[in-house]
């Protein structure tokens, strides 16, 4: 069974750092791309950044380039989000997303972590 | 980046009815245009891929069709569990993106 844990989430103030996880089990993760989606409190779905299965190829949303990190350790099955200067506007509940090879398409998400960015 | 518009952004309907939400990218994506369905408090859940195939597990009252640039979901005889919030998103290309959704509520 595919699982995805993120974890990492909380209060940060703004202009702070937060590193976000997600454990992958249940599937061979070093095969796969993998995405951050992210959905602010009321608001709809946003896509964050996503890698290559290798990690050698990395892609994010304009309102975030420059100020996140993706990453991915694929001896331990894990996946990164590392968030800096963060804002107000950058709060919202993280997901961490498998792509699969075909079409790309999303098909198993973790449950998310909170971030909430706050004076 | 591609943009997304997914029109109506709520829809009221009764159980057993038949519903269609629509997608419009803003260039052709081929087939690359997914839909999920999200829940309150939940993480969203792939329904459709590649614009008309159905993601494992999913009922079949759900289907998907269209290519290049407009697309459509569509529920045949709406279930109570199906009352929730839909999104389309392109695998086209990077950046990835998502419509802005549709909220699907009972009459």
């Known amino acids: 069974e595919v699982q995805l844990l993120e974890s990492g989430g909380g209060l940060v103030q703004p202009g702070g750092s937060l590193r976000l996880s997600c454990a992958a089990s249940?599937?061979?993760?070093?095969?796969?791309?993998m995405s951050w989606v992210r959905q602010a409190p009321g608001k709809g779905l946003e896509w964050v950044s996503g890698?290559?299965?290798?990690?050698?190829?990395?892609y994010y949303a304009g309102s975030v380039q420059g100020r996140f990190t993706i990453s991915r350790d694929n001896s331990k099955n894990t996946l990164y989000l590392q968030m800096n200067s963060l804002r107000a506007e950058d709060t919202a509940v993280y997901y961490c997303a498998k792509g699969d090879k075909s079409y790309h398409q999303l098909d198993y998400w973790g449950q998310g972590t909170l971030v909430t960015v706050s004076s | 980046d591609i943009q997304m518009t997914q029109s109506p952004s709520s829809l009221s309907a009764s159980v057993g009815d038949r519903v269609t939400f629509t997608c419009r990218a803003s260039q052709s994506i081929s087939t690359y245009l997914n839909w999920f369905q999200q829940k309150p408090g939940k993480a969203p859940k792939l329904l459709i891929y590649?614009?008309?195939s159905l993601q494992n597990g999913v009922p079949s009252r759900f289907s998907g069709s269209g290519s290049g640039t407009d697309f459509t979901l569509t529920i045949n005889s709406l279930q109570p569990e199906d009352f929730a919030t839909y999104y389309c998103?392109?695998?086209?290309?990077?950046?990835?993106?998502f419509g802005r959704g549709t909220k699907l509520d009972i009459k």
């Open positions: 890698l290559t299965s290798g990690g050698d190829s990395t």
């Open positions: 590649a614009a008309s």
């Open positions: 249940g599937f061979t993760f070093s095969n796969y791309a």
């Open positions: 998103q392109q695998s086209y290309s990077y950046p990835f993106t």
